[in-house]
Nanobody
Framework: QVQLVESGGGLVQAGGSLGLSCAAS????????MGWFRQAPGKEREFVAA????????VYADSVKGRFTISRDNAKNTVYLQMNSLKPEDTAVYYC?????????????????WGQGTQVTVSS
Protein backbone atom coordinates (compact mmCIF):
# COMPACT_ATOMS: atom_id res chain seq x y z
CA GLN A 1 0.00 0.00 0.00
CA VAL A 2 1.46 3.31 -1.10
CA GLN A 3 1.17 6.15 1.39
CA LEU A 4 1.72 9.79 0.56
CA VAL A 5 2.31 12.53 3.10
CA GLU A 6 2.32 16.17 2.00
CA SER A 7 3.83 19.08 3.85
CA GLY A 8 4.66 22.72 3.30
CA GLY A 9 1.37 24.48 2.74
CA GLY A 10 0.51 27.78 4.36
CA LEU A 11 -0.43 31.41 3.87
CA VAL A 12 1.53 33.71 1.57
CA GLN A 13 0.99 37.07 -0.05
CA ALA A 14 0.47 37.40 -3.78
CA GLY A 15 3.79 37.37 -5.57
CA GLY A 16 5.37 35.22 -2.90
CA SER A 17 6.66 31.66 -2.94
CA LEU A 18 5.90 28.39 -1.21
CA GLY A 19 7.32 24.91 -1.47
CA LEU A 20 5.42 21.67 -1.04
CA SER A 21 6.84 18.22 -0.37
CA CYS A 22 5.33 14.76 -0.74
CA ALA A 23 7.02 11.76 0.82
CA ALA A 24 5.99 8.36 -0.49
CA SER A 25 6.28 5.07 1.36
CA UNK A 26 5.34 1.50 0.56
CA UNK A 27 6.58 1.79 -3.00
CA UNK A 28 7.19 -1.43 -4.88
CA UNK A 29 7.25 0.14 -8.32
CA UNK A 30 10.40 1.20 -10.12
CA UNK A 31 8.59 3.07 -12.89
CA UNK A 32 5.88 5.50 -11.90
CA UNK A 33 4.68 9.06 -12.02
CA MET A 34 4.05 11.46 -9.17
CA GLY A 35 1.71 14.37 -9.60
CA TRP A 36 0.19 17.38 -7.91
CA PHE A 37 -3.45 18.35 -8.17
CA ARG A 38 -5.40 21.11 -6.49
CA GLN A 39 -8.98 21.87 -5.55
CA ALA A 40 -10.23 25.36 -4.90
CA PRO A 41 -13.46 26.01 -2.97
CA GLY A 42 -16.47 25.29 -5.12
CA LYS A 43 -14.39 23.94 -7.98
CA GLU A 44 -13.38 20.54 -9.23
CA ARG A 45 -9.97 19.14 -8.54
CA GLU A 46 -7.55 19.97 -11.34
CA PHE A 47 -4.17 18.84 -12.54
CA VAL A 48 -1.16 21.00 -11.66
CA ALA A 49 2.05 19.14 -12.54
CA ALA A 50 3.53 15.66 -12.81
CA UNK A 51 6.96 14.08 -13.03
CA UNK A 52 8.17 10.68 -14.16
CA UNK A 53 10.50 8.96 -11.75
CA UNK A 54 12.72 7.31 -14.34
CA UNK A 55 13.91 10.31 -16.34
CA UNK A 56 12.40 13.34 -14.65
CA UNK A 57 10.09 14.19 -17.55
CA UNK A 58 7.54 16.78 -16.48
CA VAL A 59 4.14 18.07 -17.51
CA TYR A 60 2.51 21.28 -16.28
CA ALA A 61 -0.92 22.82 -16.45
CA ASP A 62 -0.91 25.96 -18.56
CA SER A 63 -2.03 28.01 -15.57
CA VAL A 64 1.20 27.29 -13.66
CA LYS A 65 3.80 27.04 -16.42
CA GLY A 66 6.75 29.28 -15.76
CA ARG A 67 5.77 29.78 -12.13
CA PHE A 68 5.73 26.28 -10.61
CA THR A 69 8.47 23.68 -10.74
CA ILE A 70 8.05 20.00 -9.92
CA SER A 71 11.10 17.95 -9.00
CA ARG A 72 11.92 14.65 -7.34
CA ASP A 73 14.49 13.00 -5.15
CA ASN A 74 14.41 9.32 -5.99
CA ALA A 75 16.64 8.35 -3.08
CA LYS A 76 14.11 9.86 -0.68
CA ASN A 77 10.99 8.86 -2.65
CA THR A 78 9.96 12.48 -2.40
CA VAL A 79 8.48 14.88 -4.91
CA TYR A 80 8.49 18.65 -4.55
CA LEU A 81 6.46 21.51 -5.93
CA GLN A 82 8.11 24.92 -5.83
CA MET A 83 5.53 27.63 -6.37
CA ASN A 84 6.69 31.14 -7.28
CA SER A 85 4.84 34.30 -8.26
CA LEU A 86 1.78 33.01 -6.48
CA LYS A 87 -1.62 34.49 -7.28
CA PRO A 88 -4.84 34.53 -5.26
CA GLU A 89 -6.32 32.09 -7.79
CA ASP A 90 -3.68 29.56 -6.74
CA THR A 91 -5.49 29.25 -3.41
CA ALA A 92 -6.56 25.63 -3.02
CA VAL A 93 -5.98 22.37 -1.24
CA TYR A 94 -3.02 20.75 -2.98
CA TYR A 95 -2.91 16.97 -3.28
CA CYS A 96 0.00 14.72 -4.08
CA UNK A 97 -0.84 11.65 -6.16
CA UNK A 98 0.87 8.45 -7.31
CA UNK A 99 0.37 6.72 -10.62
CA UNK A 100 1.80 3.31 -11.47
CA UNK A 101 1.82 4.44 -15.11
CA UNK A 102 5.00 5.67 -16.73
CA UNK A 103 3.35 8.03 -19.21
CA UNK A 104 3.07 11.12 -17.00
CA UNK A 105 -0.74 11.22 -17.00
CA UNK A 106 -2.73 14.36 -16.29
CA UNK A 107 -6.09 12.71 -15.66
CA UNK A 108 -7.11 12.09 -12.06
CA UNK A 109 -8.49 8.68 -12.94
CA UNK A 110 -5.00 7.48 -13.83
CA UNK A 111 -3.68 8.08 -10.32
CA UNK A 112 -3.99 5.26 -7.84
CA UNK A 113 -3.05 6.78 -4.48
CA TRP A 114 -3.60 10.21 -2.99
CA GLY A 115 -2.28 12.20 -0.08
CA GLN A 116 -4.47 13.94 2.46
CA GLY A 117 -3.93 17.39 0.96
CA THR A 118 -2.34 20.58 2.23
CA GLN A 119 -3.88 24.04 2.19
CA VAL A 120 -2.26 26.84 0.23
CA THR A 121 -3.76 30.30 0.68
CA VAL A 122 -2.57 33.29 -1.32
CA SER A 123 -3.75 36.67 -0.08
CA SER A 124 -4.13 39.66 -2.36
Amino acid sequence: QVQLVESGGGLVQAGGSLGLSCAASGLTFSRYTMGWFRQAPGKEREFVAAIRRSDGSTVYADSVKGRFTISRDNAKNTVYLQMNSLKPEDTAVYYCAFSGRNLVPTQQSRYDYWGQGTQVTVSS
